[in-house]
């Protein structure tokens, strides 16, 4: 059976390329929102750390009719560190939008998602989007795009992509870069005329291949993916199978079927391939996962997931301030949630470790891991984490580790720093080309050398430099790279940080705390240029005397401290160092307190 009536389409793209914005108007004129309906910003991003960020972290399944067609859109991410979630939800489109910026061209992560497009056979539109941006170039942005896919081995008829030239912000669209267009409609007759009706087989047993999973405090577990064939009713028997674990088979019962219209789940009472749905009822329901009629068992292969390249340890926290700000805060408590967080994340695995007070935790990359962390402290939990490292891997005896492709966009007078930079970090420069008045840098750098790098690189480019990383391949050890130069101001005593213990302290460095600030024997409380860390006593109080000095009712003035995030928090801390992380607080911290075991564990790692 030919579906003439429905098409499922992913759009995917560098980060702040326009997906999101683009969906919002597609969402728009689809008839998705009345006419006086007041409608937010890209209003895909529904989760609290998406829409501070303004970044896409879940892909999320949204739907517009257009011209008797029903059109599911899955939205992706565009951050390589959240690639899974595009790698998993290919499995349900078979179209994909490819979004390049008329500005900045095929970045990293284009060329990631576009490589797992090609491979899967998908058919491509080539959107270029902000062609009203002022330092637009189409015409080379669509000789780099098809540079690319030359690059990556696409065949002939993907490298015939029609290209559609977008406004995201204003809605429209055109198949001409010299004509601006007044709407999306030639977008939606590009998806509807390029990408083929959708081939369905009804009559065969049920099979639905669970894509995604969502939680319903009401419902429990719900699976949402496509409809392989055969048709789906709610209240029916199935089976859970996976085509990886092919002798492990659960009985369940379809309770609820719901269909995505626009922002909303619609109950339904009949479903059929090729329909995008969502179902409950099934409680282990996992991504991967194969829905079937319980007389035809039959798992759908699932795409491999690209493996980790970055570890970090999470234990329990055990400073002298534990179970005072966090609500959750044992063992148990971190272990339900980490292994509850891989229900639903196909790219992060998690280990247990010699000590049942911590966790291997393995993601995609720095930030994948600190929003993990920023979600589980605002959930209330309590824990420490070491410092990331990477992910090595021995083949043939040889140490091989992960590189990445890096590329900058840096004003001309900043590309000094950035080899500087490389050179120390082990990078290998690729390729190089001026675009307007500034330069773009391409390297390929270990993964363990850009940890840090980030607010280094800010600080050399004063502020105008752009930077992004994708994973390229393992490759043969670099050698020794330098994490960190400057030393650490570690707080002397516990107690409450006095202005006057704070201001023999700022002489030594940058502090990350104020006055009134309650400290404990081996916390971390700022940084020194130099190597080595410093014992500083940040409690210490002014004695008083009977005499007065010329000096004595001077106010002390103390430097603005240095507030950092929990990614430059994560960028900073050193081996030796843990940070402490609570819903109040974000602590860097010695992993041994104690100044004088610390001494002796030092000198005894030196001999």
Not at 176 to 190: K, Q, R, S, W
Not at 488 to 502: I, K, N, Q
Request: with cysteine.
């Amino acid at each position: 059976m030919i579906r003439e009536d429905l098409r499922n389409i992913a759009i995917i793209a560098h980060v702040d390329h326009g997906k999101t914005t683009l969906v919002d108007q597609m969402l728009k004129q689809g008839g998705t929102f009345r006419d006086n309906q007041v409608v937010e910003e890209r209003v895909m991003d529904s989760g609290a750390l998406e829409r501070e960020r303004g970044i896409t972290i879940l892909a999320k399944n949204t739907s517009i009719h257009y011209n008797g067609v029903k059109i599911n859109i899955v939205d992706t991410p565009g951050h390589a560190d959240f690639s899974g979630e595009v790698e998993r939800v290919l499995k349900m489109v078979s179209g994909v939008l490819i979004l390049v910026d008329a500005a900045e061209g095929p970045m990293p992560q284009t060329r990631f998602v576009t490589q797992k497009a090609l491979e899967m056979g998908h058919k491509l539109i080539i959107v270029v989007n902000k062609v009203d941006r002022a330092d637009a170039r189409i015409k080379e942005v669509i000789d780099e795009v098809l540079e690319l896919l030359m690059d990556l081995n696409a065949s002939d008829d993907q490298l015939e992509s029609p290209f559609v030239f977008c406004s995201g912000r204003a809605g429209t669209a055109s198949l001409d870069p010299d004509i601006a267009g007044t709407d999306l409609t030639p977008l939606f007759e590009t998806v509807l005329n390029h990408f083929p009706p959708i081939e369905a087989d009804e009559k065969g047993g049920l099979q639905i291949l669970v894509s995604s999973i969502d939680y319903n405090d009401y419902v429990g577990r719900i699976g949402i993916g496509r409809i392989e064939r055969g048709i789906a009713v709610p209240n029916s028997d199935v089976t859970v199978c996976n085509f990886n674990h092919a002798n492990v088979k659960t009985r369940g019962k379809l309770v609820n079927l719901y269909e995505i219209e626009g922002l909303n789940r619609v109950p339904c009472e009949r479903a059929q391939a090729g329909d995008i749905v969502c179902f409950s009822g099934l409680e282990n329901i996992n991504i991967g996962d194969t829905v079937c009629v319980s007389d035809c068992v039959e798992p759908v292969p699932f795409v491999k997931i690209s493996d980790p390249t970055v570890e970090m340890i999470f234990s329990v926290n055990d400073s002298p301030f534990a179970g005072k700000e966090g609500k959750f805060v044992t063992t148990r408590h971190l272990r339900e949630r980490l292994y509850r967080e891989l229900l639903k994340d196909v790219s992060l695995r998690v280990e247990d470790t010699d000590s049942a007070d911590s966790f291997r935790v393995s993601g995609r990359g720095e930030m994948h891991l600190s929003i993990l962390i920023e979600t589980m402290r605002r959930e209330g939990y309590e824990f420490q984490v070491s410092s990331p490292k990477v992910l090595y891997k021995e083949i043939d005896g040889t140490l091989y580790e992960p590189v990445e492709r890096l590329i900058v966009d840096v004003p001309e007078d900043g590309t000094g720093s950035v080899f500087q930079s490389m050179g120390e970090r082990k990078g290998e420069l690729l390729h190089m080309s001026a675009i307007g008045s500034r330069m773009r840098l391409e390297f390929l750098v270990p993964a363990r050398g850009l940890f840090g790098y980030k607010s280094q690189f800010l600080t050399d480019t004063k502020g105008e430099g752009v930077m992004s990383s994708v994973f390229f391949e393992y490759q043969p050890h670099k050698g020794e790279i330098s994490r960190r130069e400057s030393g650490s101001l570690v707080a002397f005593e516990t107690g409450e940080a006095v202005t006057y213990g704070l201001f023999n302290a700022q002489g030594r460095g940058v502090l990350f705390i104020g006055a009134g600030t309650p400290v404990y024997e081996g916390m971390v409380v700022g940084y020194s240029p130099k190597e080595g860390d410093i014992n500083v006593n940040v409690c210490k109080t002014k004695h008083l005397t009977n005499t007065r000095s010329s000096s004595s009712d001077d106010a002390l003035r103390l430097i603005t401290p240095k507030k950092m995030s929990l990614e430059e928090a994560l960028e900073f801390i050193a081996d030796d160092e843990l940070l402490e992380i609570t819903p109040l607080n974000v602590r860097v911290r010695k992993r041994i307190l104690d100044g004088e075991l610390r001494a002796k564990a030092r000198a005894k790692a030196k001999i």
